[in-house]
């Protein structure tokens, strides 16, 4: 079994929204066939708790108004460090770039196909995680420090 059209497109909505508040290194995962609770998994990063906050309201208020759906769960939000959204069909980790690293989904879900993202969403995979953007998310300079 793999993700199906609906998951696919709950997946476009919620990456290209976490492009758009310069989320990097977006990716989705069709984890169907591995598990039973969901079709597929979307991971984004930020540099900051404020910009996961940000990005998860983004993604949450773009699938409300453009698919009229809701999470039925929302986890993480008070710590702001890795926000969760689950709308059964898809699963929205946003995570702040130290516990990307630390808990590592996309090497625990690596088997697993990729499913396709907008062309803004997989651009976010060469933005740099300490890089400077403009307000579009193009890098303008990377940070030194």
Not at 56 to 79: F, H, N, S
Request: include cysteine.
């Amino acid at each position: 079994m793999t993700a199906t059209e609906h998951s696919q497109e709950l997946i476009n909505v919620a990456a290209q929204a976490a492009a758009d508040k310069l989320a990097h290194d977006i990716i989705a995962f069709d984890v169907s066939e591995v598990l039973a609770i969901t079709d597929a998994f979307l991971i984004a990063s930020a540099n900051n708790d404020r910009q996961v906050k940000s990005i998860a309201e983004e993604i949450e208020e773009q699938l409300r108004e453009q698919l009229d759906i809701k999470p039925v769960r929302r986890e993480g939000e008070r710590e702001g460090r890795w926000i969760l959204l689950d709308y059964l069909d898809i699963v929205v980790h946003v995570q702040h770039s130290e516990e990307r690293s630390f808990y590592s989904l996309d090497r625990l879900w690596k088997d697993c196909p990729e499913l396709p993202v907008p062309a803004d969403a997989l651009a976010t995979r060469n933005r740099p995680e300490n890089a400077v953007t403009d307000a579009a998310g193009n890098v303008i300079s990377e940070d030194e420090s």
